[in-house]
């Protein structure tokens, strides 16, 4: 049983930083794509960035580009957000996911992974 434990989340100023975490247990991730979602109050879950098993390969929503980076440490068995010149509409839950296939895909869908943590608030609010 997998599962996915996030961290990192809290309250911050807009124009602030945050590094969000998440943990894997029950099982090694390392050859699996990984992905962290958001979802508002009142709105859909969103894509926010997924990273392929060694992370040489990174995607992310045009609206966090050049500000958020993902990134992984296998032999942690941990995925992280790294998440800069953060903005009020940043305000979310972050879940991280992950797919249980090999394949070289990257979904940019909720429906592309199989498992998810709990997820993680961040507030970016004066």
């Known amino acids: 049983q997998v599962q996915l434990v996030e961290s990192g989340g809290g309250l911050v100023q807009p124009g602030g930083s945050l590094r969000l975490s998440c943990a894997a247990s029950?099982?090694?991730?390392?050859?699996?794509?990984m992905g962290w979602f958001r979802q508002a109050q009142g709105k859909e879950r969103e894509f926010v960035a997924t990273?392929?098993?060694?992370?040489?390969?990174?995607y992310y929503a045009d609206s966090v580009k050049d500000r958020f980076t993902v990134s992984r440490d296998n032999a942690k068995n941990t995925l992280y957000l790294q998440m800069n010149i953060l903005h009020p509409d940043a305000t979310a839950v972050y879940y991280c996911?992950?797919?249980?296939?090999?394949?070289?895909?990257?979904?940019?869908?909720?429906?592309?992974?199989?498992?998810w943590g709990q997820g993680t608030q961040v507030t970016v609010s004066s």
């Open positions: 996911a992950a797919r249980n296939s090999r394949s070289l895909y990257l979904p940019r869908d909720t429906q592309g992974y199989d498992y």
């Open positions: 990273i392929n098993w060694s992370g040489g390969r990174t």
């Open positions: 029950g099982r090694t991730l390392s050859s699996y794509p």
